[in-house]
Structure formats: structure tokens, C-alpha cells
């Protein structure tokens, strides 16, 4: 007991050194343009200016079921105080089954898409981040027929 207690110990200690080295946050993405809705996003900051994101996000339907993975790379820009812009690069993956009813038909697809990422975002005293983004991503698919989709956002985000 005395050894299990003393591993708790030291992994909160451990835990709280890296806390205090490392900027990170994690929370909800909710936006809606192509049928994702809400979004598991995860920021990583490799510098004060410099961060990665990563956005999980699915969608199950009665026409289709959908998952996605997102990461990009983003500049921070401080405005004043807590408020801030950034922009960013990167891209993805997703996969989406569609149901054909009528026919009984399964069509499924898995592609490739790029992202651009620009927003403004409020950090408050505590750990409380919430941003508004617009990302433009424009998908490599051979069954959808727009492959160019304008996402608009509000997340928020706990940091640690």
C-alpha cells in the first residue's frame, strides 16, 4: 500500500513539473458545414507562438456514417490582453459510408484533405480558452462531388 501510494505521488508530481513547462488544451470544436457537428480538439504549444491541433470528429446518420482526423499547424498572434489570432496549415484524413436505401447499395469512401485555419480566440485567467475559426478544407475524394467545404466554428477548450 505504502508503495502504491508513493507511485500516486510521483506521478502527480511528475505530472505537475510537465504542467508547468508545457501549454496545452483540450475541449470541444462546434461548428457544422459538412455534416461533422462537434469536434474532440486537442492543442499542443511547441513555443508562445507556436502551437499543433489535432480535431477528431464523427457523425453516424440514417444516410451515412462519417469520421475524420484533422492536425494542423498554427501561428499565434497576440491582439491585447487575452485576445489573440491565429492562422494555420495542415490537413487530414476521413472516411465516409454512405447508405444507399433503394438499392441496398453500400458506397464508402476514404480521403485526403487539406486545411487552411484562421480565427481569434480569448483566453481567460483561468484555465478557460474559447475561439471562433473559419477553415477552408478541400478534399482529394473520387465519390463526393464538392470537394470543397468552408467550416465555421466556436470551440472551447480547457488548458492544462
Same mark, same amino acid.
Given at each position: 500500500m505504502k508503495k502504491l501510494m508513493l507511485f500516486c505521488i510521483a506521478i502527480m508530481g511528475c505530472t505537475l513539473a510537465m504542467q508547468a @513547462?508545457?501549454?496545452n488544451a483540450i475541449g470541444l470544436r462546434l461548428g457544422d458545414s459538412d455534416g461533422f457537428g462537434t469536434e474532440v480538439s486537442y492543442q499542443r504549444y511547441i513555443s508562445e507562438k507556436n502551437r499543433l491541433e489535432f480535431d477528431l470528429g464523427w457523425r453516424s446518420s440514417s444516410n451515412f456514417d462519417a469520421f475524420r482526423l #484533422? %492536425?494542423?499547424? @498554427? *501561428? +499565434? *498572434?497576440?491582439?491585447? %490582453? $487575452?485576445?489573440? *489570432?491565429?492562422? $494555420?496549415?495542415? %490537413? $487530414?484524413?476521413? @472516411? +465516409?459510408?454512405?447508405? #444507399?436505401?433503394?438499392? $441496398?447499395?453500400?458506397?464508402?469512401? #476514404?480521403?485526403?484533405y487539406a486545411a487552411g485555419d484562421i480565427g481569434i480566440e480569448y483566453d481567460f485567467e483561468i484555465p478557460l480558452l474559447i475561439s471562433l475559426d473559419f477553415r477552408p478544407e478541400f478534399g482529394f475524394s473520387d465519390i463526393l462531388d464538392d470537394d470543397i467545404d468552408f467550416d465555421i466554428a466556436f470551440s472551447i477548450r480547457y488548458q492544462f
Open positions: @513547462q508545457e501549454k #484533422t %492536425g494542423l499547424y @498554427q *501561428w +499565434v *498572434w497576440n491582439i491585447d %490582453g $487575452g485576445f489573440n *489570432w491565429y492562422a $494555420g496549415a495542415g %490537413g $487530414g484524413i476521413a @472516411q +465516409v459510408d454512405f447508405d #444507399t436505401i433503394p438499392a $441496398g447499395n453500400d458506397d464508402s469512401d #476514404t480521403y485526403l
